[in-house]
């Protein structure tokens, strides 16, 4: 583990166009459970029924009851972690570049990070079905469920449900991120998820070094990924970037 974290922090201390990808287990630190795996969110219920598009068509009261209501609530609080501020601490020192995140919880930025590209969308901000107007989450009033706007129509977040498209612009953006980077970090994701789960191998395609940090394997593990750093991202991530910073001095 101290020689895998010495020589992460050595490659990082060399790039100079670093690029990450990440998922929930960033966040699991900062009180956000993950998706998959114990205590995660599709351990409990069933994506298809609560978080695919056609279900929140179908019956919008139900998805908010289960889903969205207990999210927002989450994520009104939830601060960014060691790991979120290690990542802001590498583009402050000119080596990270871009943050590709599947993560809609807006901690990236509130750690500092500057250029973070919302894969999966964002729930700072919800949009009204009807007349598309689009107001920050935390004045959403939930008195009532399904929230509504003036107009009538039902408030819905800016992610992406299962069954929509990947914004097209923060798909051709981490495109040319993965295809430009020297060095790609992989954080707390399963990488299960297309087309999210595609860019390591993009940025490897290209040339880049793949360092992944995850408390278990994934389907990228010892086949696109160069090396992975067990443990709590937060925890490594910070020891990472401390010794980043000796080695640049
Ligand atoms: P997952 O929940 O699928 O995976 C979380 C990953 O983080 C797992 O590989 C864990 O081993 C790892 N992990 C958990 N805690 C960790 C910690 N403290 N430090 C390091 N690693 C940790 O989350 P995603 O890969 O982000 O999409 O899921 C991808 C997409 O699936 C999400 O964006 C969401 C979901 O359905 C949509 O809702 C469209």
């Not at 994506?47 to 695919?52: D, F, L, N, S």
């Not at 993009?202 to 995850?214: C, S, T």
Request: include cysteine; aromatic fraction near 6%.
């Amino acid at each position: 583990m101290e020689e895998l974290i010495e020589k992460a922090a050595e490659e990082l201390a060399r790039a100079t166009n670093v690029a990450a990808l990440t998922g929930a287990g960033i966040s699991v630190e900062s009180g956000i459970p993950p998706f998959r795996g114990p205590g995660g969110l599709w351990e409990k219920i069933d994506p298809m029924e609560y978080a695919h598009i056609d279900a929140f068509l179908k019956d919008p009261v139900k998805v908010w009851n289960v889903l969205l209501k207990d999210m927002k609530a989450l994520l009104d609080t939830a601060r960014p972690n060691p790991a979120h501020l290690g990542l802001a601490h590498l583009e402050a020192m000119g080596i990270l570049k871009t943050v590709i995140t599947q993560n809609v919880d807006g901690l990236h930025q509130l750690a500092g990070n500057t250029d973070v590209i919302e894969f999966h969308g964002t729930f700072a901000v919800h949009r009204c079905m009807d007349c598309n107007r689009r107001r920050e989450t935390c004045d959403i009033d939930l008195d009532r469920i399904p929230p509504r706007c003036e107009c009538g129509g039902i408030w819905r977040p800016e992610c992406v449900f299962f069954g929509e498209m990947i914004p097209s612009r923060a798909l051709w953006r981490s495109q040319q991120a993965a295809e430009s980077c020297d060095v790609m970090l992989v954080i707390g994701t399963s990488a299960t998820v297309q087309p999210a789960a595609t860019m390591p191998a993009i940025a490897k395609q290209a040339g880049a070094r793949i360092i992944e940090f995850n408390e278990e394997e994934t389907p990228l593990t010892g086949w696109v990924s160069n090396y992975r750093i067990p443990g709590k991202a937060g925890n490594v991530l910070d020891r990472v970037v401390k010794r980043v910073e000796a080695l640049r001095g």
